[in-house]
Every structure is written in structure tokens, then in C-alpha cells.
């Protein structure tokens, strides 16, 4: 099992190496890089493990400058939401309180087909915002909304998390000027 993991995150990672690939990696970078000491927000948003990508990009962002912010941080608001509605209208609810005219979105997900990332991406996106993702399986759902994307070419969340994580780095290291 070990070393069937590690060669299929191998096998993705190997594909995003292509030059498609690097000009979407690129492409991402250097939208992100227009909001470095702007007053707009880049909001991120993501499900499980992705979510937990979502706090490891905001760490790199904001050393870039950039007001980056985890939609999901606030646990009292989210639980309230959550309390009141329900776990997809979290993300909803904050994208229509929080977005302004302007923000980004960067939405992460395993399958691209979170409903609660994909109301975000539709209320930040319909509001002139931009949209990146990083998604695997195919794109799924939240493809369509995306401005810029990488899918990762895996139907293996594993791999597809391994993949997000090195696209993350590799999004640091060009804010960086190091990539």
C-alpha cells in the first residue's frame, strides 16, 4: 500500500511538471501577486484535508504581503451558521457578508465538487472577483468557476492532497522569485 501511494503521488506530480501545467501553476502565482499590499482580500476555502491546505497557503501568502484569510477560521461564526442553516450556506453566507468587489477566491478541493466551495466561488466570482483552484478529479463542479486552475490528474485524494501541497509550495517559492 505504501509504495503504491507514493508512486501514484509520484505519477501526479510527474504530470504537473508538464509545460500546460506550469503556465497554470505560473498563471495562479501571478494573479495572487497583484493583491500583494492591495486593500483587496484573497479568501481561501477548502474541505478535510484540503482545508488544511487552505491554512498552509494562507501562511505563505501572507508572507507575500498579501491579505490572505482561512473563510473557515472564525469556528464561532462557522458553528453559528451552521447552528442556523446548514454547513454549505457557511461558506455562502461569508462570501455575501465578507467578499468585496475585487477579492479572490482560492478554492481547494479533493473532487471539486464541495457544494459549500462552490457557493463561495460563486459568490466571490459573480461579484468581479477572480477564482483559482486547485482541484483533482477531473475539475469536478467547481472547474466551471475558476478563473486559472490546476487539476491535479489523479482520482485519489491522497496523491491529489500530496499534489496540492507541492503546488502550494511551488505558488511560494514564484512569489518568492526563488522558483
Known amino acids: 500500500m505504501v509504495s ?3 508512486t501514484e503521488t509520484a505519477q501526479a506530480i510527474a ?3 508538464t509545460p500546460e501545467q506550469v ?9 495572487l501577486r497583484r493583491y500583494a499590499g492591495g486593500e483587496n482580500i484573497v479568501w481561501c476555502v477548502g474541505n478535510g484535508g ?6 498552509h497557503l494562507v501562511l505563505h501568502l501572507r508572507e507575500h504581503s498579501i491579505r490572505a484569510f482561512d473563510m473557515l477560521a472564525d469556528n464561532a461564526m462557522v458553528t453559528a451558521i451552521t447552528n442556523d442553516n446548514s454547513f454549505p450556506d457557511v461558506t455562502n ?3 455575501a457578508r465578507l467578499g468585496s468587489t475585487g477579492d479572490a477566491l482560492v478554492v481547494i478541493s479533493g473532487s471539486g ?3 459549500n466551495t462552490e457557493l463561495a466561488a460563486q459568490q ?3 461579484r468581479s472577483g477572480t477564482v483559482f483552484g486547485l482541484l483533482g478529479m477531473g475539475g469536478g463542479k467547481l472547474l466551471q468557476y475558476c478563473d486559472e486552475a490546476v487539476v491535479v490528474p489523479s482520482d485519489n485524494y491522497g496523491p491529489i492532497e500530496d499534489c496540492h501541497l507541492a503546488v502550494i509550495h511551488a505558488i511560494h517559492a514564484a512569489l518568492s522569485g526563488t522558483a
Open 15 to 17: 504530470a504537473l511538471r
Open 113 to 115: 465538487n464541495s457544494i
Open 50 to 55: 484540503s482545508q488544511a491546505a487552505v491554512q
Open 4 to 6: 503504491r501511494h507514493l
Open 23 to 31: 503556465a497554470h501553476i505560473e498563471a495562479i502565482a501571478d494573479g
Open 93 to 95: 453566507s461569508l462570501a
Open 124 to 126: 466571490i466570482g459573480g
